[in-house]
């Protein structure tokens, strides 16, 4: 179904919403260039990217039927303490080359906004993960009106040679519940814990000894196209990388496969089995580079930051995101414990 909201009939343009992607959508989505002014990517298989979403809308300003801007918002409920909210995750935003700079995106937001604040349940939310060194998603951000936000460092873990564990298997159906419950002990002092509703079991890896599920992970495999890093390193990698005979054949940078590491199972004590999955991992999906994301709060995060060795590039490659939240009828005792306490990000939330 598509839908107008808005129609500027003197410039031709029109503002739509749909539950599907156009092929123009799709077109420039596929083309746009992710990241900030030191990384730079794009996404590729934008296609079964978009088919993660849980509810998606697609809201598109055109003008003589030609689409210049777009956003991708997914519909989706996350807890805030016992109060199940509402939510609008803002996944993504991309506008045609020729036409940036005019403040297209800032006339879409504004009757996104608008549609959203009208159909929302109450108590409710928007949010996105805004990169803070991105000069658009700051603005985005400015836009969008969020009250509450939280640093999300972006942590490379990294392995050239990442090992096989025999102590490392798919999830069983079995073993579901007992990742779910330690998953829930785990992140009970987290707010937007929504495990129950993002833990893809078809995507789950535990590692197990003596009968006992120690460690656990979500990892979804991301495939990128890299057009800059960071830093001396990046510059290396980018310059000489392909030249590197050998080396070239294990990471490709035109279609680098990236585990992004989810609904993180990992109890005190069980670190080193922890990293030994996720090292697993990496081998049986044929990758060299997984992605964590955990707010800087986290105790969890601490904890591993401490126990354990990310690799080479977790170092030469750092960045962050901010996860900025826009409350909508929502009580100050909710919007505290949104401020105050660690923030979980959803395995199911689209990056």
């Known amino acids: 179904m598509t839908e107008v909201l808005w ?15 156009s092929e123009q959508t799709l077109a420039l989505l596929n083309a746009t260039v992710w990241g900030s002014r030191d990384t730079r990517y794009r996404i590729l298989g934008v296609s079964s990217k978009l088919q993660r979403l849980r509810e998606p809308s697609y809201f598109v300003l055109s003008e003589e039927n030609e689409e210049l801007c777009v956003f ?23 506008t045609v080359g020729h036409r940036r700079n005019e403040g297209l995106a800032s006339i879409l937001i504004k009757h996104i906004r608008r549609y959203c604040e009208a159909t929302m349940a109450k108590p409710g939310f928007g949010f996105g993960y805004v990169e803070a060194t991105t ?58 814990v929504d495990i129950d509703k993002s833990l893809n079991a078809n995507e789950c890896f ?32 980018l310059g000489a990388l392909p030249r590197m005979c050998g080396l070239n054949r294990l990471i490709d940078l035109r279609n680098l ?40 709060r986290s105790p969890v995060l601490a904890r591993l930051q401490s126990c354990g060795r990310f690799g080479l590039l977790s170092k030469a490659v750092k960045g962050s995101v901010k996860l900025c939240i826009d409350t909508v009828g929502l009580e100050a005792s909710l919007a505290a414990r949104l401020a105050n306490r660690p923030l979980h990000v959803s395995a199911a939330d689209v990056f």
């Open 72 to 94: 991708v918002l997914d519909r989706c409920s996350k807890p805030v303490g016992s109060t199940m909210c509402e939510a609008y995750h803002f996944a993504m935003a991309a």
């Open 257 to 296: 496969r990236i585990l992004r590491f989810g609904n993180l199972l990992v109890p005190i004590g069980s670190e080193t089995e922890f990293f030994a999955l996720l090292s697993a991992c990496l081998a049986r999906h044929d990758a060299h580079i997984g992605l964590v994301m955990l707010d800087r």
């Open 7 to 21: 129609r500027d009939a003197a410039k031709d343009r029109v503002i739509t919403r749909s539950d599907v992607p």
């Open 206 to 237: 535990v590692y197990r000894r003596d009968g006992a599920v120690l460690a656990g992970v979500q990892a979804e495999v991301l495939t990128w196209s890299i057009d800059a890093l960071p830093g001396m390193i990046g510059a290396i990698l």
């Open 135 to 192: 000069e658009f998603s700051l603005r985005l951000s400015e836009h969008v009106g969020h009250g509450i936000e939280a640093d999300i460092p972006l942590l490379l873990f990294t392995r050239l040679f990442p090992r096989e564990d025999s102590h490392v298997r798919m999830i069983a159906e079995g073993e579901v519940d007992e990742l779910l419950s330690g998953l829930k002990r785990l992140y009970g002092d987290h707010e937007l």
